[in-house]
C-alpha cells in the first residue's frame, strides 16, 4: 500500500507575476485512481492497522455525497474489506452518483435519521451499530484520527523542495494537522475552512495536541471563504473555479478545494504574502463531489 509521490507544478498567472510570488500546486488528486486525495491519505494506515487486527469489515460514516464514503467504498473493493457506510439521512431514491459508485464497489448503506446520526458517538446509538453489524473495524466521519495524521504527514515529506506557505482546504482538520506535524514548526500554514463558523482553530490544536507532545503554532485557520457554509456555492465561486480550470487545466471542487483556491488568490491580491514567496497549495482531491453539483 506504497503512494507513489504525487506531482508538483507551477501555475502561472498575471496577478503572481504582478506580486512577485510563485504558486506551486502538490496534485494530491492524482494520487489513486479511484481512492484519491486527502481520504486516500487518511486511509492508508488505517486500512494496515484494520488488516493487523484482523479485521475483515470497515464500518463508516458520512454524507449522502461524502469523499470520504466514495474513498472507504472503492478502498475496501481495492484492498479486500467488506464495507459498511452508515449514511445521514433518509435514502431517496435513485442513489446519487456517489453511493451507486460505493454500492458498486459493495459497500452495504445503512441510514441513519438526522438526529441519530448526530449522536453516532453516544452509546445507544453505538449499541445499535454494534449489534447490528459487529466485528467491524471503524472509521470516524471524514477519516480523521491518529493514523490519518500520520498518513498525511507523508504529503510533506515526499516533498522535493521547501516552501513557505502551505495552503490547503480544511473541513474536519485532519489533513492540516498531518501537515503541520509532517512540517515540525518550519514555514507557515494557512487552512481554509469549508465550513461556516469558527470552531475550527481550537479542533486543529486539539487534534495535534492528542498526535504529538510538540505545540506548533506556525499555522492559521481562514474562515473569510465558506461561501455560506459546507457544501454552499455561490455564482461567484463557480465563475472562479471556470476561468482557473480554464486556464490551468486542473480541476476543483465546489465544496472544498475551489474555496481554498478562492482564498489563496484573494490573499494574494491582498498582498497576505510576502514579495519573493513560493506557495504550496495542496490540491486535496474530491473531484468525485463535482457531480453533485451538476459538473
Ligand atoms: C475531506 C476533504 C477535505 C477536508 O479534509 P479534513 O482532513 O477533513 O480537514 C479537503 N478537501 C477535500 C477534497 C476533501 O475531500
Redesign the pocket.
Known sequence: MEIKPSPVQEIKEELFKEKNVRVFIKRE?LNHPIVS???WR?LKYNLQEAKNQEHQTLLTFGGAY???IY?VAGAGKAYGFETIGIIRGEEIPPLNKTLSFAVSCGMKLHYLNRSDYREKNARNVKQTLHNLFTPFYEIPE???NNL?IKG?TEIIQELEHDYDHYC???????????IIQGLKGSSNVV?FS?LKGSF?TSEVKKLNSEYSDNLYENWQINNDFHFGGYAKTKPDLLEFMEGFESRQGVLL?P???GK?MYGLYQLIHNDHFNSGDRILFI?????Q?RKGFGL
Open positions: 488528486d486525495g486527502n481520504k487518511k461524502s469523499n470520504h474513498a471524514g477519516g480523521t490519518a498525511c490547503l482546504s480544511v473541513g474536519t482538520g485532519g489533513t492540516i494537522s498531518g487552512g469549508s475550527l471542487d465544496v472544498y478545494t481554498a490540491h486535496t482531491g474530491g473531484l463531489g
